[in-house]
């Protein structure tokens, strides 16, 4: 058996009272871990551990100036902002346990990276329980409303903006009918009709009544704190309002170097939208009021308060995940009521002499509600899904299935690696292992494009595992040879077959509710707009005192969302993820990733654990950044646990991506001086590999042993972002 076998899912034994019973193939469950000899981990702290909130000390050099990772033997927490971290290790530092640790740090991240996740999105997480040697896969991804109206209604948004004339030039930049949702970021996601469900209050909720050790209304504290008493604006949330930095054109050469211009929607795809600062919702708390141009943002370390958003937690602090689902309490009303008002106007007309800096609302750009109802809030519910698992490289890994493809993309591209011998390149900024890196996600892009969409509408599981298999991936690393593809071939997708929903059963523990108490394109070889934005979206992984540990990646789409806030949250613009084919809304019958009701649209996030070759616990981790998530994913894992670099290091280093259907390098990095040769050694021309702005937002934990055995963990957080990792 080839090493990057695929491990089968065991199914443990579990009480009634803790999961619902389940049935059929494509049902969740937990998965054991590989028996090795390293005996079960106790439930109770490993010898040596402590309780100290005094004891948690922050990463060296973050945010921003991170070299080498923390370590310690206690505890651990990594995100992307280091306020969150700090909130969640001081939950770990005074007994909580993993999942406790996850919600303080949500809390925080919705509250000073609004522009990336919050309460008004959704989560996928990746749980390891200690006394079971279980792993359990939790996803809370924000769905569609059930009403739909016929696909057209999605693509609404495209129909009615079709002006490139002022002043709707001004915001929007003027679209074809019938254009694709996904070839279009930043124009069809500011609408309200992008807005999903959101999901990550039910997921942290579910997750918490499995494994919590501290009340839920214990865990909301410094996140309210940070609302009412201002949180500062960082250099990271700067520029993605306002780039001050140079942009970089398709070789990698700064353009208006040392300018500075305003953050547009997609800012590194081909379509532009509105300066976000030009959005009401989005200047009110977070823009200059004095910039006449209505374009930048506060002055970084300016301190910003959001108290509506300090009500919205603490009614959801004291009554759970009702007081933000329940449709007669006020968050979901607040949601309902500001999505079915229609699109957000923007700002088009500067203030005249002797008008406030902001003026009132000039135009309006095509106003398309929401199809949301309060009831579609009643219906969602958090889902245990079963685990995607295999080995690669010696080391087994766990990550999300379906509707994820980042998992997909992952486990694909390590096992074309692994059979092309990568272990044995050594490093992660040569020739060799960026081109069969570049090439493997190349065609990773195709087959997840063709196969991976919400499981419950059609055979994806079926045809997934097909081409996970080993003889698809032994056929597939075959076909990459010492040329680059000009359009990377599919591999064996299978047909597709439609499934009835409602007859899909994943595994699902307890309800949602607390009480009040406590056509899809299978190759590209040229360049389009991106389907995903590149740099979205917060990563976190915690270990904790008991030796649980939990990878959690959440968001709200594209950064900044649909640029519309209620409750003080700002919203997803999750429905732009859905399918749509060149020039007309897809088939909703046919499309793998179609839009449907109730349905939710695939996603790259995948967080991720792995287990070395004796079943301990080895790697904790995942990343932001859009649809390359799992190529950075990818990175960091060969950098930390194939070529043995530190895992600040491996976060640190160039990204490489294949997601966009061609080769792609991290503008301004090490890898950028490399596309000359790559064109010349491997037959890249200039549309198949170019340079670009690739952000990601890793962070992880790695995990060693000291000459006695005992477990050593190391914390990381990638230095493009806000984020710090900290421990004891």
């Known amino acids: 058996m080839h090493p990057s076998r695929i491990i089968p899912t065991v199914l443990l034994a579990v009480t009634a009272a803790t999961l619902s019973a389940c049935g059929g193939g494509s049902s969740g469950g937990f998965a054991a871990l590989p028996i090795g000899s390293a005996p079960p981990p106790p439930?109770?702290?490993?010898?040596?551990?402590?309780?100290?909130?005094?004891?948690?000390?922050?990463?060296?050099g973050t945010p921003h100036g991170q070299t080498a990772g923390i370590s310690g033997t206690s505890l651990m927490v990594t995100s992307a902002h280091y306020e969150a971290s700090k909130a969640g290790c001081k939950v770990l530092a005074t007994g909580g346990s993993a999942i406790d640790a996850a919600i303080a740090v949500q809390a925080v991240l919705g509250t000073a990276e609004?522009?990336?996740?919050?309460?008004?999105?959704?989560?996928?997480?990746?749980?390891?329980?200690?006394?079971?040697?279980?792993?359990?896969?939790?996803?809370?991804?924000?769905?569609?409303?059930?009403?739909?109206?016929?696909?057209?209604t999605l693509y609404q948004a495209v129909a009615q903006d079709v002006s490139?004339?002022?002043?709707?030039?001004?915001?929007?930049?003027?679209?074809?009918?019938?254009?694709?949702?996904?070839?279009?970021?930043?124009?069809?996601?500011?609408?309200?009709?992008?807005?999903?469900?959101?999901?990550?209050?039910?997921?942290?909720?579910?997750?918490?009544?499995?494994?919590?050790?501290?009340?839920?209304?214990?865990?909301?504290?410094?996140?309210?704190?940070?609302?009412?008493?201002?949180?500062?604006?960082?250099?990271?949330?700067?520029?993605?309002?306002?780039?001050?930095?140079?942009?970089?054109?398709?070789?990698?050469?700064?353009?208006?170097?040392?300018?500075?211009?305003?953050?547009?929607?997609?800012?590194?795809?081909?379509?532009?939208?509105?300066?976000r600062c030009k959005y009401p919702d989005i200047a009110k708390r977070y823009c200059d009021p004095a910039d006449a141009t209505m374009q930048k943002p506060l002055p970084i370390g300016t301190l910003i308060k959001n108290p509506e958003l300090a009500q919205t937690m603490k009614l959801v602090r004291d009554g759970g995940s009702a007081?933000?689902?329940?449709?007669?309490?006020?968050?979901?009303?607040?949601?309902?009521?500001?999505?079915?008002?229609?699109?957000?106007?923007?700002?088009?007309?500067?203030?005249?002499?002797?008008?406030?800096?902001?003026?009132?609302?000039?135009?309006?750009?095509?106003?398309?509600?929401?199809?949301?109802?309060?009831?579609?809030?009643?219906?969602?519910?958090?889902?245990?899904?079963?685990?995607?698992?295999?080995?690669?490289?010696?080391?087994?890994?766990?990550?999300?299935?379906?509707?994820?493809?980042?998992?997909?993309?992952?486990?694909?591209?390590?096992?074309?690696?692994?059979?092309?011998?990568?272990?044995?390149?050594?490093a992660l900024d040569t020739p060799r292992f960026v081109y069969y890196a570049a090439e493997a996600?190349?065609?990773?892009?195709?087959?997840?494009?063709?196969?991976?969409?919400?499981?419950?509408?059609?055979?994806?599981?079926?045809?997934a595992s097909v081409l996970l298999g080993e003889a698809e991936l032994d056929r597939r690393a075959a076909q990459i040879g010492d040329k680059a593809f000009d359009t990377a071939p599919a591999g064996n997708i299978g047909s597709f077959v439609a499934a009835d929903p409602a007859g899909y059963d994943t595994m699902t523990a307890l309800g949602k509710g607390r009480a009040a108490a406590p056509a899809t394109r299978l190759a590209q070889a040229r360049p389009?707009?991106?389907?995903?934005?590149?740099?979205?979206?917060?990563?976190?992984?915690?270990?904790?005192g008991y030796g649980n540990a939990l990878s959690m990646t959440t968001t709200i789409n594209t950064h900044w969302g649909a640029h519309m806030e209620a409750a003080g949250i700002m919203l997803n613009d999750v429905m732009s993820n859905f399918s749509a084919g060149s020039s007309a809304p897809p088939s909703t019958g046919s499309d793998v990733n179609g839009y449907q009701g109730t349905k939710r649209p695939r996603t790259s996030i995948a967080p991720a654990i792995a287990f070395d070759a004796e079943g301990r616990l080895r790697l904790?981790?995942?990343?932001?950044?859009?649809?390359?998530?799992?190529?950075?994913?990818?990175?960091?894992?060969?950098?930390?646990?194939?070529?043995?670099?530190?895992?600040?290091?491996?976060?640190?280093?160039?990204?490489?991506?294949?997601?966009?259907?061609?080769?792609?390098?991290?503008?301004?990095?090490?890898?950028?001086?490399?596309?000359?040769?790559?064109?010349?050694?491997?037959?890249?021309?200039?549309?198949?590999?170019?340079?670009?702005?690739?952000?990601?937002?890793?962070?992880?934990?790695?995990?060693?042993?000291?000459?006695?055995?005992?477990a050593v963990y190391s914390g990381a957080a990638d230095n493009r972002r806000s984020g710090a990792a900290f421990g004891y």
């Open 43 to 60: 439930s109770a702290p490993p010898p040596g551990a402590r309780f100290d909130p005094a004891l948690c000390v922050q990463q060296a």
């Open 323 to 426: 007081a933000f689902y329940d449709p007669a309490r006020p968050t979901v009303q607040a949601i309902v009521q500001r999505t079915t008002a229609g699109s957000l106007p923007c700002r088009s007309v500067l203030p005249t002499a002797g008008t406030p800096a902001r003026p009132a609302v000039a135009t309006t750009i095509a106003s398309i509600p929401s199809l949301m109802q309060p009831t579609d809030f009643a219906a969602y519910q958090a889902v245990e899904r079963k685990p995607l698992v295999g080995t690669r490289f010696g080391t087994t890994i766990y990550t999300q299935p379906a509707p994820s493809f980042g998992g997909f993309v992952t486990l694909y591209s390590l096992g074309i690696l692994e059979r092309k011998k990568l272990q044995d390149e050594k």
């Open 620 to 710: 904790v981790w995942g990343s932001a950044g859009g649809g390359p998530i799992p190529d950075y994913i990818v990175k960091s894992f060969m950098g930390h646990v194939v070529y043995g670099l530190d895992l600040q290091t491996a976060i640190n280093a160039p990204n490489f991506t294949g997601q966009n259907g061609v080769a792609e390098l991290e503008a301004g990095s090490a890898l950028a001086p490399l596309a000359d040769s790559l064109r010349a050694s491997y037959g890249y021309d200039t549309d198949t590999l170019r340079v670009t702005g690739l952000l990601s937002g890793l962070s992880g934990i790695a995990v060693t042993r000291d000459a006695n055995g005992r």
């Open 164 to 275: 490139s004339a002022a002043p709707y030039n001004v915001c929007k930049s003027g679209l074809a009918a019938g254009a694709s949702i996904s070839s279009q970021q930043g124009n069809t996601n500011i609408s309200a009709r992008a807005v999903g469900i959101p999901g990550t209050v039910a997921v942290l909720d579910l997750v918490h009544r499995a494994y919590g050790r501290k009340a839920w209304n214990a865990l909301w504290d410094d996140a309210i704190a940070l609302a009412e008493n201002g949180f500062p604006m960082t250099r990271y949330m700067y520029s993605t309002l306002y780039a001050d930095s140079a942009e970089f054109d398709d070789d990698g050469n700064p353009v208006d170097a040392g300018s500075g211009v305003p953050a547009w929607v997609n800012s590194a795809g081909t379509v532009r939208g509105a300066a």
């Open 114 to 152: 609004p522009f990336a996740s919050g309460l008004g999105g959704g989560t996928l997480i990746t749980y390891y329980d200690a006394a079971t040697r279980a792993v359990r896969t939790f996803d809370g991804l924000s769905a569609a409303p059930a009403a739909t109206g016929g696909a057209a």
């Open 441 to 463: 996600s190349r065609l990773a892009n195709v087959d997840r494009r063709a196969v991976i969409g919400d499981p419950a509408w059609s055979n994806v599981n079926a045809r």
């Open 528 to 544: 389009t707009a991106r389907d995903e934005d590149w740099n979205t979206t917060s990563n976190v992984a915690v270990v904790d």
